[in-house]
């Protein structure tokens, strides 16, 4: 059969992020395969994607099973024969200390964030070498490049996937059209939050400026026609990188007493492991419930004070 418009895999894609970039897509009349756990939501995403103006199948995919993201392939080629995008952006957050969590709820998360992104590069990059083509779109974190408390594990798996864009890059050096991208966000308004595992008992929320899943997902979905090696959204956040550069222990001791001030917030929360093991409910849709506890004016205003 042939395909509409691009042929794009997108893991994670039941909700948050994954489902606003698969619909993104889907309106530029792409045909799209959607990976994820959830099956009743993700069957949710591709009702979205047709609506839309695309075409959309879905296979059951835990990222952490080399199996699932080689039947995730398969499904596309079998399906249109051929790949032109895949967006590696399943992903997991653990909440906890480094030594606070048992280690395999760290160990969940490294294996979901960048195993399951070297697992679908694995799949992926074959069908683009025999096509000599395609696009690889690997969705980090400005925590790719910077540290931040309570979320160690989380950190620790976008640098790892920053270093899989890296080493995929000088390995496919020979192949002028095969283009691997990384794309690093900030904090993004989805159900991250409230999936995520939590060892703190406390309930964290997202740090201003907080981007919607729509913008970041339009930005996404524009990389196929040119693209990037890496991808900053908001664009600001290359200022904390620099900032970093030049003064890092002192940023480093301000970011703590802003997360302590603002991430990570008074109320209790069960603690739980989220859904590192198990997938979360089956609530289709792509933002999130909790709001910062400050704006971003005032956030900028009390780091001032506090240099």
Same mark, same amino acid.
């Given at each position: 059969?042939?395909?509409?418009?691009?042929?794009?895999?997108?893991?994670?894609?039941?909700?948050?992020?994954?489902?606003?970039?698969?619909?993104?897509?889907?309106?530029?009349?792409?045909?799209?395969? *959607?990976?994820? =756990?959830?099956?009743?939501?993700?069957?949710?995403?591709?009702?979205?994607?047709?609506?839309?103006?695309?075409?959309?199948?879905?296979?059951?995919?835990?990222?952490?099973?080399?199996?699932?993201?080689?039947?995730?392939?398969?499904?596309?080629?079998?399906?249109?024969?051929?790949?032109?995008?895949?967006?590696?952006?399943?992903?997991?957050?653990?909440?906890?200390? *480094?030594?606070?969590?048992?280690?395999?709820?760290?160990?969940?998360?490294?294996?979901?964030?960048?195993?399951?992104?070297? *697992?679908?590069?694995?799949?992926?990059?074959?069908?683009?070498?025999?096509?000599?083509?395609?696009?690889?779109?690997?969705?980090?974190?400005?925590?790719?490049?910077?540290?931040?408390?309570?979320?160690?594990?989380?950190?620790?798996?976008?640098?790892?996937?920053?270093?899989?864009?890296?080493?995929?890059?000088?390995?496919?050096?020979?192949?002028?059209?095969?283009?691997?991208?990384?794309?690093?966000?900030?904090?993004?308004?989805?159900?991250?939050?409230?999936?995520?595992?939590?060892?703190?008992?406390?309930?964290?929320?997202?740090?201003?400026?907080?981007?919607?899943?729509?913008?970041?997902?339009?930005?996404?979905?524009?990389?196929?026609?040119?693209?990037?090696?890496?991808?900053?959204?908001?664009?600001?956040?290359?200022?904390?990188?620099?900032?970093?550069?030049?003064?890092? =222990?002192?940023?480093?001791?301000?970011?703590?007493?802003?997360?302590?001030?603002?991430?990570?917030?008074?109320?209790?929360?069960?603690?739980?492991?989220?859904?590192?093991?198990?997938?979360?409910?089956?609530?289709?849709?792509?933002?999130?419930?909790?709001?910062?506890?400050?704006?971003?004016?005032?956030?900028?205003?009390?780091?001032?004070?506090?240099?």
């Amino acid at each position: 059969m042939a395909p509409r418009g691009r042929v794009v895999v997108v893991t994670g894609a039941s909700g948050g992020l994954g489902r606003a970039i698969a619909v993104e897509f889907a309106r530029q009349h792409s045909s799209l395969v *959607l990976g994820a =756990r959830r099956t009743e939501a993700l069957e949710d995403t591709a009702r979205s994607c047709r609506i839309a103006g695309g075409e959309a199948i879905t296979v059951a995919t835990d990222v952490t099973r080399e199996q699932d993201v080689i039947e995730l392939a398969a499904a596309a080629l079998d399906r249109w024969d051929r790949i032109d995008v895949w967006v590696n952006n399943a992903g997991v957050t653990l909440f906890a200390l *480094l030594e606070q969590a048992p280690f395999a709820q760290h160990q969940r998360v490294i294996e979901t964030n960048l195993l399951g992104a070297m *697992l679908g590069a694995r799949a992926v990059l074959p069908v683009f070498r025999r096509q000599h083509r395609g696009v690889l779109i690997n969705v980090g974190s400005v925590l790719s490049e910077l540290g931040q408390a309570f979320a160690p594990s989380y950190v620790i798996s976008k640098f790892g996937v920053h270093g899989l864009s890296e080493a995929l890059r000088v390995e496919l050096a020979d192949e002028p059209d095969i283009h691997v991208c990384t794309v690093f966000p900030y904090a993004i308004d989805t159900p991250h939050f409230e999936a995520a595992g939590n060892r703190l008992g406390q309930v964290p929320r997202a740090m201003p400026p907080v981007s919607s899943p729509e913008r970041i997902a339009q930005a996404v979905a524009r990389l196929p026609d040119r693209p990037r090696r890496r991808l900053y959204l908001p664009r600001i956040a290359v200022l904390g990188l620099a900032a970093h550069a030049i003064i890092p =222990r002192t940023l480093e001791r301000l970011v703590l007493d802003a997360l302590r001030a603002w991430h990570i917030s008074d109320q209790s929360e069960q603690v739980s492991p989220g859904n590192l093991f198990e997938p979360g409910p089956e609530t289709a849709g792509t933002r999130g419930h909790r709001p910062p506890q400050v704006s971003t004016a005032r956030l900028l205003a009390w780091l001032a004070r506090r240099q």
